[in-house]
């Protein structure tokens, strides 16, 4: 049984979400990606296990240094189960937008 971490508790934390945009644009080492923080490295090193265990990142091994990437699959899952939510948001503001362009403010 693969027991692997809550997705959506994961990104609920802000370190968490700017370590996915810093790893985003290219792989980092965990000191690198510490670098960016005002926190002790062991805490970074805490969310880069959480972020790994719930596969939202990927470990590679190049040569004595372990990088850090995304993996796409992960986040196309949050993408799909926030599209609806988007979707309906959207229906919802096109439709107040068009009652409010029938409004006609009185002089």
């Known amino acids: 049984m693969n027991l692997r971490r809550d997705v959506f508790q994961a990104i ?3 370190t968490r979400r700017a370590i996915l945009l810093l790893v985003a644009s290219q792989s980092m080492t965990a ?17 880069l296990q959480i972020l790994t265990e719930c596969e939202l990142l990927k470990q590679e091994q190049q040569g004595r240094e372990v990088y850090y990437h995304l993996n796409p699959k992960s986040i196309k899952e949050i993408a799909d189960f926030i599209e609806p939510f988007r979707n309906l948001w959207d229906n919802r503001f096109n439709k107040l937008e068009s009652v409010m362009k029938k409004y006609k403010p009185k002089k």
Not at 31 to 47: C, L, W, Y
């Open 31 to 47: 000191g690198a990606i510490a670098a960016n923080f005002d926190t002790a490295r062991p805490t970074v090193s805490k969310h």
């Open 12 to 14: 609920a934390d802000p």
